[in-house]
């Protein structure tokens, strides 16, 4: 496949395209600043832009079967980002006619699972206090996919570690999985590669942890 990556510096969106490229697609990675990409290969595309211009991106979503986005806040002063970021990628997606397109959220944004521990409850309640600028952030870029003509995926993770990939891991369409604490950014990156093909995920929150 043919797929571009936003946020490719960051942990996700380079476990993201060191794991495509190893899988043999083509990949564009779409960067501010080229020097902070580690990751090299064939197959590789490296296109250098700002994001503050959906003209500016079509170019690097054109003709692509998939879009895989890690952009989002990483401190609370960041807060903001991830909204203003992804509907700059949604306006360049939608002038190029390109549907499927799947990005990083968090766990405490969709709903709790079912049969959730009050424990857990209220652990994931004081998250959110704690960062709830960084979640109404990606509460309001959940909410402009939906309304935008993608075929989008939000990928809902709890607390991210730096990991080797395991590829063992649960999800949770539509909901979160129960006790689900931790997962992997390599990990994260791999749910998100898997479920490009994956109809049952279209239109949806998938929760995803160990």
Do not use: C
């Not at 990483?74 to 990628?89: E, F, P």
């Not at 079912?114 to 959110?128: M, T, Y």
């Amino acid at each position: 496949m043919e797929l571009t990556v936003f946020g490719a510096t960051g942990g996700i969106g380079q476990e993201i395209v060191r794991q495509a490229l190893d899988s043999g697609h083509q990949v564009t990675a779409v960067v501010r600043d080229p020097a902070r990409l580690t990751v090299t290969g064939a197959g590789l595309k490296v296109f250098r832009a700002d994001l503050t211009d959906p003209e500016a991106l079509r170019p690097a979503v054109a003709g692509r079967d998939a879009v895989l986005s890690g952009l989002g806040a990483r401190t609370r002063k960041d807060a903001g980002i991830a909204t203003r970021l992804t509907r700059t990628v949604l306006g360049a997606m939608e002038a190029e006619g390109v549907r499927r397109l799947l990005v990083v959220s968090a766990g405490p944004v969709g709903p709790d699972p079912e049969g959730a521990a009050f424990v857990d409850r209220a652990a994931r309640g004081l998250v959110s206090l704690l960062l709830k600028d960084v979640y109404a952030d990606l509460a309001a870029m959940e909410g402009d996919l939906a309304r935008s003509a993608t075929d989008w995926t939000v990928v809902r993770p709890p607390r991210l570690q730096n990991k080797p990939v395991t590829g063992s891991y649960r999800t949770a369409v539509g909901s979160f999985p129960l006790k689900g604490r931790f997962i992997g950014r390599a990990d994260v990156a791999h749910a998100m590669l898997a479920m490009i093909d994956e109809p049952g995920t279209v239109k949806q929150g998938v929760g995803v942890a160990y």
